[in-house]
């Protein structure tokens, strides 16, 4: 049985889900061009989950362009397999909301149901595939800029000839030194 699930981001960018008997398909068609073709055999664990709408609002009314807000993606399907002794994750954004990715997620947990990890909490399972929230990420990078611009900032602060030389005694220049008289 061959199931196809489609998700349209824009007019020119869609991303096509082609599950067999053996193999999962997936490409991107448009501006990204990303491809993956995963033998079913290989999977060691997957996950989908559903994620969370953004509300376009955001604080004091300002408005808040977010992925989820501008295309289809409800969700996202999250796949660990065995590339030739490799171990590769990778994420896809989906449609949740359509009956053909029902599809796709039953006929996945038909062919290997011993790599489902639907029936766990997201947490649990983000660990077992290896991977962090989109939450986590957000936190993590927020983070790492504060802490960046810290070190940045404290390297221009000593790197300032002016900051170097307070309590020093000030040179004397060539011009007003009193063996040049």
């Not at 398909?25 to 969370?52: L, N």
């Not at 947490?123 to 991977?131: D, M, N």
């Not at 000839?161 to 220049?173: A, E, I, L, V």
């Amino acid at each position: 049985m061959t199931v196809v699930h489609e998700l349209v981001y824009a007019p020119k960018v869609k991303t096509v889900f082609t599950l067999t008997a053996e193999r999962l398909h997936v490409e991107t068609k448009g501006t990204v061009g990303a491809k993956a073709d995963i033998p079913v055999e290989s999977i060691e664990a997957f996950y989908a989950t559903a994620s969370r709408r953004v509300s376009p609002a955001g604080p004091r009314g300002a408005v808040v362009h977010s992925a989820q807000s501008i295309s289809q993606a409800t969700g996202e399907l999250i796949i660990k397999w065995n590339d030739d002794g490799r171990p590769r994750v990778k994420r896809f954004a989906l449609d949740t909301d359509t009956p053909s990715f029902g599809r796709l997620a039953d006929e996945l947990v038909r062919l290997r149901p011993d790599a489902s990890l639907c029936s766990l909490n997201e947490h649990v399972a983000f660990a077992r595939l290896g991977v962090w929230s989109r939450e986590k990420q957000v936190k993590v990078g927020a983070i790492t800029c504060i802490a960046l611009l810290i070190i940045g900032g404290g390297i221009l602060v000593l790197l300032n000839p002016q900051t170097r030389q307070r309590g020093r005694p000030p040179t004397p220049s060539p011009t007003t030194s009193p063996a040049r008289r």
